[in-house]
């Protein structure tokens, strides 16, 4: 069931393909040479991608089109004492400066967050982070609207700025939020969840309790296209047609009605190609809006696309958790407990993207894959001067978080007990007997095999061996490097959800999917979520051509357009296959079931005499006596005399409400070298083996997962945003702000196991964000194997190996002085 | 996209040609050799120039020679152009080990070692590598050429001895037969700018250090050198011990800052143990004992 791979390789298709038929029966071959079902086959989009035709919004072109360009502020925290825009709307080529004022005209200076909190579209009464949106210039082309902003004169009287979150409750913290009545602290909530007393009772006769502080840095997903927006008014028909950067079109189609007070029958949201979006493109940005009214007062279609830098500072960010763990254990090792706070930064304003009912996200999944008698956490979430969001970043709703802090607290007790932790995390993983498995914080876990998961990953990567080299490296007075080995076994609940547990802003997290057979057998899949790079034009197409035996190739996915989807949430949390590859594999079903009444009318017999047999329906016992599925949708098209109460045409329209998350889960395990003299870690090997049930197209799974684990590399060796006192942002280019390139990645070796999902249609579980949670730990984990250290923070440079070896570690989220 | 302010632009079609057009525009105008420094820069707005002279064209600044008893490389010498060098390569490692861990292969396709020494970034690879080898730059000027010691040639962060209306047209490598070098480069991430890099060659006679060279970048030394460390190794034994109490000399004389790439202590330990290290291959490859 393994199969290892090296990044360029897996687009060898058929070699690669036989070596994981195992189990599994192949799906036939098209006339093209891709499997009618599930199997491994060359994307379909990437001939476009690959050729540079792709279409993104900065690629939207239209006819008298205007540029805006968004003035922010140098300030973290400042009150706006005026603003002089009369130089930059007498410049030849501006067409119109709009300030907060203009705003409040529209009553459009403030929006409504994802999580009930409001925004500041354009700042009227003072700014509160570095990059704030203070005004936006709209001119003939992006240059002059450039060079217009220098011309806008603010005048700003600097307050004191909250910047350390553990100082954003103290008395004399300045109020950041002093627009919201009554407000006199910095504090957004306190939530908890778990049982606090049976906590305490099981952590007071615990044999053992470690302890630990740790820090999940700011770090933000940095999608390669930044965000953007074309707004298109029309004076004519009244109808808003806006392409932008959304990974949710029709979320943002409604927010904008309910923003915008647009009555939404003329919002057109497009999404067109999209450049990457890790949950950077979920929310709705100052700069669409602005873009929008940009629009509304020049009668002209307005371009915004905002630069690197703007992307960096101002839009939504991921994590800045700063959390205290606490896990009691028996001495022989059993774990018992476990007992987190947290305080969470949000920024200047609530602005997280996630469901209601949850305002820390998933975060109390912190038990993670073990039992335990008890557990319980309380997050603490505040106000700072920085930029909104922290659902970002292939989060899986602030699983990656709590991954990172269980499988952390794990090793601390590991290094506390004197065990090895391959052997502490088998001794207390789930068993497969005891799925379903309630936990202690109320998370129904569907299904797994952990043991089995761990076990392969440690054949793989050769554990023992490993671990004897590097026990003859320590021994070895001469050596110039340590050796460090470290383990991640990560749970996530992802496919977001029971719409009656789930919905962002009151919309219920269900979706739509249209399925419609053309008369020739060619088929159209219409879908809601959006791909971001995902490759939903092919895995969509393999839902469909498994299901009803159409060629992946005849089967067009459409997607990323309000006005041709169907109504859906879009794509974050990893949900795209849970929730829509459901959606797409019961609206095949129905077309299914339809086409074997319509064949059974056609060969005059019953439908319970007929079989079915890849795309078509024969005579049970006479394979001769059959109809194709294109045959069948030609007669249902066509003159066919058709059963009592059965309409003509062939297809299917569903919406998929999830009964329950799925829960894909996965052993990672890293190798790394450290120079002793310099602090520089090299990631020698990664073993990933994940379980994500059955996979529709391998290749796509293992692209998820070689990303999704340089994402890990990312933020556990280089990335972070740290902040000056003052508020000053130093991670705003990719000066500072580092990603990972070939360099820092291994060859990356991946296996699996296969433990399908009991309630999805397809047994699927999502695969999206899996690398992202469950490698950081991994990492981290080696490193600290690496220096015998008990914990340092992300991210682990060489400066930090070094600070951290010294006995004086770094302070990750402040700059350094 | 972040665009530049705006500016004129002029194509140079020789060294005279671009010292007219700077004449012309004294303070105003900028040349671009590969824009991997200056161009992001302008489009961050941290530099407005109000004139780009391109010297792209001038191909006949691309070169590396010798030159009676020395090395003679033109300005539009490429960072390629370096790390491909046979020549180089035969006497000076330096340049390779340095080269390898400049920026990437995009940027090194581009920038030239000219626009690298007079961006004079203060944690330039290549002023390093000037520094610890005492090369010199050749200036030209409409009355003609002067020349100026590498470490006279920066005088301060982005700062150097090219006047207003002059031009950096070579940089000259004195040979050193039997010489040994090496660089060293610690960074977060391949192609970062240097958390702090150290330089150096070493000239042996017998077993006695007959000439010794160090660079450091990054790290706040004076003239990218530590002219201490180089004293007390001269004429001393190669030893690990020599080596090692001269590499605390450069701990001692830098004077870094702290900034998102480390904490001064640990650019200090850098310093010490960088020098340590290329100090010590540039004598192994003395010796031949290192490749």
Redesign the interface.
Same mark, same amino acid.
């Given at each position: 069931m393994t199969t290892t791979d090296t990044p360029g390789t897996t687009a060898d298709v058929p070699r690669a393909r036989t070596a994981e038929a195992a189990g599994a029966p192949e799906a036939p071959l098209s006339a093209a040479g891709n499997p009618i079902g599930f199997g491994r086959m060359l994307r379909k989009e990437d001939a476009r991608f690959l050729r540079g035709q792709g279409k993104y919004v900065d690629d939207v072109q239209l006819p008298g089109m205007l540029h805006g360009a968004v003035l922010r502020s140098p300030h973290a925290h400042a009150r706006i004492v005026s603003i002089d825009t009369s130089a930059a709307e007498a410049h030849p080529k501006v067409r119109a400066v709009i300030t907060g004022a203009v705003l409040e005209t529209l009553n459009l200076a403030w929006m409504p967050t994802l999580s009930g909190d409001v925004q500041s579209v354009l700042c009227t009464d003072k700014v509160r982070f570095q990059g704030q949106e203070v005004a936006f210039v709209v001119a003939d082309d992006h240059y002059s609207a450039r060079d217009a902003l220098e011309l806008i004169d603010v005048e700003y009287a600097p307050l004191p700025a909250v910047v350390d979150a553990r100082k954003a409750l103290d008395p004399d913290a300045p109020l950041i939020r002093d627009d919201l009545e009554g407000r006199t602290d910095n504090k957004i909530y306190d939530w908890e969840a778990g049982d606090a007393a049976a906590c305490d009772d099981v952590f007071s006769r615990a044999d053992v309790v470690v302890t630990q502080d740790m820090v999940y840095p700011r770090v933000h997903p940095a999608p390669m296209e930044t965000c953007g927006s074309v707004a298109h008014m029309d004076p004519v028909s009244g109808k808003l047609t806006i392409w932008t950067t959304t990974q949710a079109p029709h979320a943002h189609r409604t927010l904008y009605a309910i923003v915008a007070g647009l009555p939404e029958h003329k919002i057109q949201v497009i999404s067109p190609d999209i450049g990457g979006g890790f949950g950077n493109k979920v929310g709705i940005y100052p700069g669409y809006v602005c873009s929008i009214v940009g629009s509304i007062l020049t009668g002209k279609p307005v371009k915004w696309v905002e630069d690197r830098s703007e992307n960096l500072m101002s839009t939504s960010f991921a994590r800045d958790y700063h959390m205290h763990g606490e896990i009691a254990a028996t001495r022989e090792g059993k774990i018992l407990g476990l007992r987190v706070n947290v305080l969470a930064d949000h920024g200047a304003f609530n602005g997280v993207a996630q469901p209601t009912k949850y305002p820390a996200g998933f975060f109390h999944i912190f038990t993670g894959s073990y039992d335990y008698a008890a557990a319980h956490c309380n997050v603490t979430a505040v106000y700072s001067n920085k930029a909104p969001g922290g659902v970002a970043y292939a989060c899986s709703f602030r699983i990656t978080e709590a991954v990172y802090l269980v499988e952390r607290m794990v090793d601390c007790l590991a290094d506390e007990l004197s065990m090895d932790p391959a052997a502490l995390r088998m001794q207390n993983l789930l068993q497969p007997e005891q799925f379903p498995y309630t936990t202690p914080t109320g998370w129904e876990y569907d299904s797994g095999n952990y043991p089995a998961a761990l076990t392969e990953a440690m054949r793989i990567a050769g554990y023992d061996e490993l671990r004897a080299e590097q026990a003859a490296l320590r021994a070895d007075p001469d050596s110039t490097s340590m050796m460090g080995i470290g383990l991640s076994f990560f749970t996530e609940g992802v496919g977001a959800g029971p719409r009656k547990h789930m919905d962002i802003l009151g919309l219920g997290m269900a979706d739509g999917c249209d399925l419609r057979v053309h008369p020739t057998g060619k088929a159209v899949l219409r879908l809601s979520v959006q791909s971001q790079g995902q490759g939903h034009e092919t895995t969509f197409a393999q839902i469909v051509a498994q299901e009803l035996g159409i060629p992946p190739e005849d089967i067009e996915v459409v997607h990323g357009d309000t006005d041709n989807t169907p109504f859906g949430l879009g794509t974050y949390g990893s949900r795209s296959t849970p929730v829509s590859g459901a959606a797409a594999a019961v609206a095949a079903r129905r077309v299914k079931d339809k086409s074997r009444i319509i064949a059974a009318a056609s060969l005059e017999c019953s439908p319970d005499d007929l079989e079915w047999d890849h795309g078509r329906w024969h005579v049970k016992g006479d394979p001769n006596q059959a109809k194709t599925i294109a045959e069948i949708a030609m007669l249902a098209h066509g003159t066919l005399e058709l059963p009592d109460g059965m309409e003509g045409h062939l297809d299917a329209q569903v919406v998929y409400d999830p009964p329950e998350l799925t829960y894909p889960f996965g052993a990672y395990i890293s190798v790394v070298d450290v120079d002793k003299g310099t602090g520089a870690v090299k990631v020698r090997r990664f073993i990933a083996v994940d379980d994500c049930g059955p996979r529709i197209n391998p290749m796509i799974v293992e692209g998820q997962v070689h990303g999704g684990l340089a994402d890990g590399i990312g933020m556990a060796l280089m990335e972070v945003i740290a902040f000056e006192e003052d508020g000053n942002n130093v991670g705003g280019s990719f000066l500072n702000y580092l990603l990972p390139t070939s360099m820092e990645c291994p060859s990356y070796e991946l296996g699996q196991t296969v433990t399908p999902s009991p309630h999805h249609p397809l047994g699927v579980k999502g695969v999206g964000e899996s690398a992202t949670v469950g490698s950081p730990a991994a990492i981290v984990n080696a490193v600290l194997d690496a220096l015998q250290i008990r914990h340092a923070d992300m991210p682990l440079t060489p400066a930090a190996v070094w600070r951290a070896q010294q006995g004086n570690p770094i302070r990750t989220d402040l700059a350094i002085v | 996209?972040?665009?530049p302010?705006?500016f004129d632009y002029e194509r140079a079609t020789s060294v005279d040609h671009v010292l007219t057009l700077l004449a012309e525009r004294p303070g105003d105008a900028r040349i671009v050799a590969g824009g991997h420094s200056l161009l992001p820069m302008m489009k961050?707005?941290l530099a407005q120039p109000e004139m780009l002279i391109d010297i792209n064209d001038l191909t006949d600044l691309d070169y590396i020679r010798v030159d009676g008893d020395e090395i003679a490389i033109g300005a539009m010498t490429r960072h390629a152009g370096l790390l491909s060098s046979a020549l180089l390569g035969e006497h000076y490692r330096i340049f390779r080990d340095a080269e390898r861990v400049i920026a @990437?292969p995009i940027v090194r396709n581009r920038g030239t070692i000219g626009g690298s020494l007079c961006q004079a970034d203060p944690s330039e690879d290549l002023s390093a590598v000037a520094s610890a080898l005492r090369a010199t730059v050749v200036i030209q000027s409409a009355t003609g050429r002067r020349t100026v010691d590498a470490r006279d040639f920066h005088q301060g962060p982005y700062e150097t001895a090219v006047g207003d209306a002059e031009m950096l047209v070579e940089v000259r490598v004195p040979i050193r037969p039997g010489a040994g070098s090496a660089y060293e480069k #610690?960074e977060?991430?391949?192609? @970062?700018?240097a #958390?702090a890099s150290a330089g150096a060659f070493v000239q042996l006679d017998g077993d006695t250090i007959k000439d010794v060279g160090l660079g450091l970048t990054a790290v706040g030394a004076p003239h990218f050198t530590c002219v201490e460390a180089e004293e007390a190794l001269r004429g001393q034994a190669a030893s690990a011990e020599n080596v090692a109490a001269a590499a605390q000399l450069c701990h001692d004389a830098c004077q870094p800052q702290? @900034?998102? +790439?480390?904490?001064e @202590?640990?650019k200090r330990?850098?310093a010490r143990?960088?020098s340590r +290290?290329v100090l010590t291959t540039s004598i192994a490859r003395a010796r031949g004992e290192q490749s």
């Open positions: - | 996209m972040q665009v302010a705006p961050l707005r @990437d #610690v977060r991430r391949a192609g @970062d700018w #958390v702290a @900034d998102q +790439r480390g904490p @202590d640990y330990h850098l143990e960088l +290290r």
